[in-house]
């Protein structure tokens, strides 16, 4: 079993920063994509990044290019997500999800991932 572990919401201005992070457990794979969502109130999950985790290539929607950056540290089975120059419509619930039959590219739908986190809520305020 794979567990996903997030932490780093929380409350921020808008213009603000915030650090997610998202700590593997388990068993745990040699090359799969991990990848960040989020679900803000009344509207359905949508994909925001990926990366895949031995090659480290990255892909955003285009709603956060430019603004969040994603990472991993590929020794702490960690994946990291940055979140700059925010705004109030960032404000929702963010999960990691880890695609473990996904070596290469990514996927922007949810269904692909099998492993998700309990996910974090991320408030911007105006």
């Known amino acids: 079993q794979v567990q996903l572990v997030e932490s780093g919401g929380g409350l921020v201005q808008a213009g603000g920063s915030l650090r997610l992070s998202c700590a593997v457990a388990g068993r745990t794979f040699s090359s799969y994509t991990m990848g960040w969502f989020r679900q803000a109130p009344g509207k359905e999950r949508e994909f925001v990044a990926a990366?895949?985790?031995?090659?480290?290539?990255?892909y955003y929607a285009d709603s956060v290019k430019g603004r969040f950056t994603i990472s991993r540290d590929y020794a702490k089975k960690t994946a990291y997500f940055q979140l700059n120059s925010l705004k109030a419509e960032d404000t929702a619930v963010y999960y990691c999800?880890?695609?473990?039959?996904?070596?290469?590219?990514?996927?922007?739908?949810?269904?692909?991932?099998?492993?998700w986190g309990q996910g974090t809520q991320v408030t911007v305020s105006t």
């Open positions: 990366i895949n985790w031995s090659g480290g290539r990255t």
């Open positions: 999800a880890a695609d473990v039959d996904r070596q290469f590219g990514s996927s922007s739908a949810a269904y692909d991932y099998d492993y």
